[in-house]
């Protein structure tokens, strides 16, 4: 796993060491669903926004990469990224 350095500004990165080709739809469609699913359990704020969960969610699931492996690459905690 690849280390980012600290960035300036409004720019985000995601870190991950393949590629992983999708589509801006597929992105949307998901981040969408996970937008709905999250209002109607009632949940509440994440420290992430809905587009990059949904690329944690399908990096997961096509890579079957490990969570604290993501997770350290993307500035978060294993225990949310297991969430």
Request: glycine residues 6%; charged residues 25%; positive net charge.
């Amino acid at each position: 796993m690849t280390k980012n350095k600290k960035q300036t500004g409004d720019a985000v990165s995601l870190v991950y060491q393949c590629r992983l080709p999708l589509s801006t739809t597929t992105v949307a469609s998901v981040a969408d669903l996970l937008r709905r699913h999250l209002k109607a359990i009632g949940s509440r704020w994440r420290s992430k926004p809905t587009g990059r969960i949904a690329v944690l969610v399908l990096a997961v699931l096509r890579h079957d990469q490990r969570a604290a492996d993501l997770a350290g690459g993307n500035q978060i905690s294993a225990t949310n990224m297991r969430r």
